[in-house]
């Protein structure tokens, strides 16, 4: 008899890049997952230029990665999180998921229970994120 694993429960949202606000399109380009248990907080990005670009073809690529960017930097902490590296990862993850009409933004807050954060933000990404395409 194999031994019950810890689950621990967990928060994510989805990344979404919205080209053009006043229209609401957005495409799904991350996730972010916070694991209070754990002390968890990571996010992943993958960026479909073409499928992006297929919503606004004058989409600014550069200042999108740009953005998209700063996410897992502000996840990590230190130096490259900027003045956000001094909140915890808790408030870290409440400010990235904070509503707002810009750019960037992210899904409602949804829970979760996993026994490896890292197993569930990859499996997030599969299923929230890429497209059958993608798996090919």
Known sequence: MQPERSHATYDYAIIRVVPRVERGEFLNAGVILACQDTSFLDARIEL??????????????????QHLAAIPAICAGGKRAGPLA??????RFDWL??????????????TGRCGDPGAALEALMRKMVRTSADAR
């Open 48 to 65: 479909d230029e073409a499928r992006l670009l297929a919503l606004d073809p004058g989409a600014d690529l550069a200042t999108i990665a």
């Open 86 to 91: 001094v909140l915890s990862r808790r408030e």
């Open 97 to 110: 998921t904070a509503p707002r009409s810009a750019l960037i933004q992210t899904s409602p807050v949804h």
